[in-house]
């Protein structure tokens, strides 16, 4: 590690201890040229893939991009945004264990849907309209259709 004072190449670990939890290693540094001391942190770094979109283009993935999709489909939805960011998070993990460089948004959009019909139904469905771009409202009343419970029809008319 250079010393950030003079720069000079060789450094000595005085003191390592865990910070964050756990999440990463505190290490104190004395230079052995200006014999200042310094403080570094070493985290690890998980490289998320590349998205390949529909048209080819690539995209670096961006956490905050997915979290707005999925808040918007649940806009005005009762679902927590830890939830949410708990569900960003088995999305992540996923990802990171298909250990891949690039990925499919396609397979992202799956993923997604997933995670958003386990949270919620109507967000399932906003984000099902778009992401599919349905044509017609068949295809719409088809996305509805497998979220509907088993035994549930349509509602019944008032008596008048």
């Not at 707005?68 to 830890?82: D, F, I, N, T």
């Not at 250990?99 to 992202?108: H, P």
Request: proline share 4%.
């Amino acid at each position: 590690m250079k010393c950030p004072f003079c720069q000079h190449p060789d450094t000595q670990v005085i003191d390592s201890r865990a910070s964050d939890e756990g999440a990463s290693i505190r290490r104190r540094r004395r230079c052995f040229a200006c014999d200042k001391r310094f403080t570094t942190y070493e985290r690890v770094e998980l490289a998320m893939p590349s998205i390949v979109k529909r048209g080819g283009s690539r995209a670096e993935y961006d956490r905050e991009k997915l979290r707005g999709s999925m808040m918007l489909a649940l806009r005005k939805r009762p679902v927590p945004r830890e939830a949410v960011d708990d569900a960003i998070g088995r999305i992540e993990d996923k990802l990171l264990s298909l250990a891949q460089r690039e990925i499919k948004s396609e397979k992202l959009g799956e993923l997604v849907m997933r995670e958003l019909k386990r949270l919620d139904k109507v967000g399932y469905i906003r984000f099902a309209s778009v992401y599919r771009s349905f044509e017609d409202v068949d295809e719409f009343a088809e996305v509805v259709k497998e979220v509907r419970p088993a035994g549930k029809g349509a509602r019944r008319k008032r008596a008048a």
